[in-house]
């Protein structure tokens, strides 16, 4: 006969196993589910599709998000280091850190000056500073706002006699900016500026003989950047020697009375290829090795002035090329087809104004670029 101190430990037995399954079980379920969000996490930091060999990758983006906000010409675009946010200037006189995931504003930082030209932040892991400067001659460097805290100027930095239009951050609180009045200023925010001290820059640069339109760091290097300028050429520069190291210069026919302005160049991945986006003769692939085009990109084949070309952005790779255009649209171009006279794709309906900038993320999963129009969009495939 059986007892109910038995009975009662039966039970308990039984429920002790089945406690063991579900558990067993459960911890199944959740190595299961372990595995599924690392295979996301890997997928997440896998380089975009643009990096991706195949001249159809291009063809394959679409404008996934717009960035709505601003209420004036939109000249500017950066992104942040975790490709998610991104920063955007504009002449209503804000700056707009936006999360394009969410396609939402996160931050806007009223700026001293309405008259902008760029709006750059630092590329460290908390992207805690950022720098602008525009048509009153003077750079300013910003702390970037975190939840409540709004946007504060840190220091103004005087010294150009022109314009400044854009700029960089280099190692230890050291920035490069350029300007309307040929130069190309080094920065350090550590320097001690005396009383009524005029011109705040450590070093300057000069070389061009127009303005410099635009700059880019070498990848993978502190020292050696590239500027861009109104008089046709691509300047290569390193920050331990007085002149410039090299020069690319646009070829021109004999006669020729066009503009000569390169609007902006911009480094390959591998440091060697050179973009070059122009006034009015397209773009161009230039190699830092032998100093001359190894590829051109002109849809009118030579035949009649292209629209002007305001800026250019590389896939992760350096296969595509992003174009920011004159005519509103937004053109990508297999950088592997010689000499080619038709992008792989051209985004016509983006925007209803000249496309100031382009900026591609740092992982490649997606292009930014802006309008006059007031708006910003990101494209994607």
Request: proline content about 3%.
């Amino acid at each position: 006969m059986t007892t109910r101190r038995e009975s009662t430990a039966d039970a308990a037995q039984v429920q002790k196993t089945e406690l063991k399954q579900k558990k067993k079980e459960t911890t199944a379920a959740i190595e299961g589910l372990r595995a599924e969000i690392n295979e996301l996490i890997v997928k997440a930091k896998t380089a975009s599709p643009f990096a991706a060999d195949g001249p159809t990758n291009g063809g394959k983006t679409r404008k996934r998000r717009t960035l709505a906000g601003h209420f004036s010409k939109v000249v500017s675009v950066t992104w942040h280091s975790d490709s998610q946010r991104a920063m955007t200037s504009s002449q209503d006189g804000n700056v707009i850190i936006w999360d394009t995931f969410k396609q939402v504003k996160k931050f806007l930082v009223p700026l001293s000056s309405a008259w902008v030209m760029f709006a750059e932040n630092s590329k460290g892991e908390s992207n805690e500073q950022f720098m602008s400067g525009g048509l009153d001659n003077i750079m300013t460097l910003w702390k970037v706002p975190v939840s409540a805290e709004p946007g504060r100027a840190i220091k103004e930095f005087h010294g150009h006699d022109g314009y400044v239009c854009s700029g960089r951050f280099i190692d230890g609180g050291k920035m490069l900016t350029i300007s309307g009045d040929r130069t190309i200023g080094k920065w350090d925010v550590n320097m001690k500026i005396e009383q009524g001290q005029e011109d705040m820059r450590e070093q300057s640069f000069s070389g061009h003989d127009k303005d410099v339109t635009s700059i880019d760091l070498k990848p993978g290097s502190m020292s050696e950047f590239i500027t861009s300028s109104a008089d046709g050429s691509v300047l290569l520069w390193d920050l331990n020697a007085k002149k410039s190291t090299g020069a690319m210069r646009l070829a021109f026919p004999s006669g020729y009375d066009g503009a000569t302005d390169v609007n902006k160049a911009k480094y390959q991945a591998n440091g060697y290829g050179v973009g070059m986006s122009t006034e009015a003769n397209g773009c161009f692939l230039y190699d830092t090795r032998c100093l001359n085009a190894v590829n051109t990109f002109d849809p009118t084949g030579g035949s009649s002035k292209a629209s002007a070309k305001y800026s250019c952005s590389f896939s992760l790779s350096g296969r595509l090329l992003f174009v920011g255009c004159e005519d509103n649209s937004v053109e990508v171009w297999d950088t592997t087809a010689p000499d080619s006279k038709k992008p792989v794709k051209v985004f016509n309906d983006a925007f209803t104004n000249r496309v100031a900038d382009v900026a591609v993320a740092p992982n490649g999963t997606g292009c930014a670029a802006v309008s006059w129009d007031t708006n910003g969009a990101i494209f994607s495939q």
